[in-house]
């Protein structure tokens, strides 16, 4: 079976300090892993993912994510928070040998101070 | 259209009566997901299209949820006598293939009374 962990229900940052949403994982076999952004009311957006090759994923709106076997991990980052980075972010994962369910985690709350 | 299309996006409906979601995937994706996203319960995987091939209904919370996918393209999720349990927000997502991006629509907001 495949999960994902979110460790922090919440993140408070001031604006322009770093951002970082923790995101860990378990499948059977290797993982497709991705990050969505979820606004007040609205859908979820598809913000970046990592399916093979280079460790550093970049994706919309100046984030990053860094894919890490050794520590499952799958972290989503941004070197300089905006207020308008204020949102519930999901990581999900897929397990290539069940490729089309996406598990996600539970969500962490980002709230960027001004 | 340009992206997944749900309606209604906002529903409120009595205690027992059924209810109709409609989903629009993007043109060509053949893979199509829906999701249920309660307070405090994170994103529930409900069920999954892809082509002809028989729809993978193992997320279904009960006989009174069904879904179905006409022509390979919009799909509708039905639940009969709805209870109060069954408020959520209902995510439908689309993607090209499988192990693609999935793309999701806004939501329908579903609240019963």
């Known amino acids: 079976a495949q999960s994902v962990a979110q460790p922090e229900d919440q993140v408070n940052v001031a604006e322009g300090n770093p951002l970082t949403v923790k995101c860990t994982y378990s499948?059977?076999?290797?993982?497709?892993l991705f990050w969505y952004v979820q606004y007040p009311n609205r859908g979820l957006q598809f913000l970046l993912k990592y399916i093979t090759g280079d460790n550093l994923v970049k994706g919309s709106y100046g984030f990053e994510a860094e894919f890490n076997k050794s520590q499952t991990s799958f972290h989503l980052k941004k070197p300089s928070a905006l207020v308008s980075d204020s949102a519930l972010y999901f990581c999900?994962?897929?397990?290539?040998?069940?490729?089309?369910?996406?598990?996600f985690g539970a969500g962490t709350t980002v709230t960027v101070r001004a | 259209g340009a992206g997944v299309s749900q309606s209604p996006s906002n529903k409120v409906t009595e205690k027992g009566k059924d209810v109709e979601l409609r989903c629009d995937p993007i043109?060509?994706?053949?893979?199509l997901y829906w999701y249920r996203q309660s307070l405090g319960q994170g994103l529930e995987f409900l069920i999954y299209f892809q082509g002809n091939s028989a729809p993978d209904k193992s997320g279904l919370p009960s006989d009174r949820f069904s879904a179905e996918r006409t022509g390979g393209s919009v799909s509708t999720l039905t639940i009969q006598r709805t209870q109060q349990e069954d408020s959520a927000v209902y995510l439908c997502?689309?993607?090209?293939?499988?192990?693609?991006?999935?793309?999701f629509g806004e939501g329908s907001w579903l609240t019963v009374v």
């Open positions: 499948v059977s076999g290797n993982p497709y």
């Open positions: 997502a689309s993607s090209l293939q499988e192990g693609n991006t999935i793309y």
């Open positions: 043109s060509g994706h053949t893979a």
């Open positions: 999900a994962v897929r397990d290539v040998k069940n490729d089309y369910k996406l598990s």
